[in-house]
């Protein structure tokens, strides 16, 4: 078969447009822009922050001693500024927080299970939110500290990581976002289960909301109660895709691998996992 220099031209223009839209499929497939992700609009709870939260104070942690142009060779003058891994602001802007509330948080930052998957991170403690209790904006973690006790806390600000960890540490590539492995699992589309899906497939009543809350409400049961999590998935394929997902593209093979921080025996159904208490000292020991 003889190919003309016209038929070069379509072959080499189909083949562009192939490209153009699968790449735009990727994209538009996407929860949403990673810089509008909003962890709770998907719940119809949208909160305009940028109108709510009159931000001034800060605590910046930089990872090392501040550089300048002076104290570093030429050569490497395009690298002179690194993120900071953490940074804390307030609403309103005069409160003062418990040191211990923020040396919790900064400990669980810092901790080597989380401090790659989940920094830079932005984070905000609003003294005046009371639903949601948490939620990610974009790269911006908001957290109330109105939540009633220790245990919720961590484990609200832990399901809010997970979200952060699935939009921003596991990033779509061109062909490909890492997500989607989990997503597909139990979901056809952001809140459409797949056919013959049921309630013990689902760590919580809440993670059947959408494949995003499935996602943060599977990761955070992965870290406060990972024995369980084995112990369900050895009589559930679903439970047990979704624990196999964690094991292989979040954490290392041994992290939090048979732990158990609850205080007390799980009931086999639980709406919000956040409200199952733990053993906080257990647990900040534990992720030193």
């Known amino acids: 078969m003889h190919f003309t220099h016209k038929d070069s031209l379509k072959f080499s223009f189909y083949?562009?447009?192939?490209?153009?839209?699968?790449?735009?499929?990727?994209?538009?497939?996407?929860?949403?822009?990673?810089?509008?992700?909003?962890?709770?609009?998907?719940?119809?709870?949208?909160?305009?922050?940028?109108?709510?939260?009159?931000?001034?104070?800060?605590?910046?942690?930089?990872?090392?001693?501040?550089?300048?142009?002076?104290?570093?060779?030429?050569?490497?003058?395009?690298?002179?500024?690194?993120?900071?891994?953490?940074?804390?602001?307030?609403?309103?802007?005069?409160?003062?927080?418990?040191?211990?509330?923020?040396?919790?948080?900064?400990?669980?930052?810092?901790?080597?299970?989380?401090?790659?998957k989940v920094t830079p991170l932005n984070l905000v403690l609003d003294t005046e939110r009371q639903e949601p209790r948490g939620q990610v904006v974009g790269n911006k973690l908001i957290l109330s500290t109105t939540i009633p006790n220790d245990s919720e806390q961590l484990k609200v600000f832990v399901h809010e990581l997970g979200h952060i960890i699935d939009i921003f540490y596991l990033k779509k590539g061109f062909f490909s976002d890492p997500s989607d492995i989990f997503y597909t699992i139990s979901w056809e589309s952001f809140n459409t289960k797949k056919k013959g899906q049921k309630i013990a497939d689902f760590v919580s009543g809440y993670a059947l909301s959408n494949k995003y809350e499935d996602f943060a409400e599977s990761f955070a049961f992965y870290v406060f109660h990972n024995e369980e999590f084995i112990i369900r998935a050895k009589t559930d394929s679903i439970l047990q895709q979704k624990y196999n997902f964690f094991t292989s593209y979040v954490f290392e093979k041994d992290a939090f691998i048979g732990t158990s921080f609850e205080v007390s025996p799980l009931k086999s159904y639980n709406w919000d996992t956040t409200k199952i208490q733990i053993d906080t000292k257990k647990y900040l020991y534990y992720i030193k």
Do not use: C, W
Request: net charge neutral; hydrophobic share 40%; no cysteine.
């Open 15 to 116: 083949t562009l447009l192939f490209f153009l839209l699968f790449f735009g499929y990727n994209i538009a497939s996407g929860p949403y822009f990673e810089t509008t992700f909003d962890s709770a609009s998907i719940m119809n709870q949208e909160v305009l922050v940028s109108q709510t939260l009159p931000v001034t104070q800060v605590i910046s942690e930089p990872s090392s001693l501040p550089i300048t142009r002076r104290n570093i060779p030429k050569k490497m003058v395009k690298k002179e500024v690194q993120a900071d891994p953490l940074t804390i602001a307030f609403n309103p802007d005069y409160v003062s927080i418990d040191n211990v509330v923020l040396n919790r948080l900064k400990d669980m930052i810092h901790s080597s299970y989380f401090q790659s």
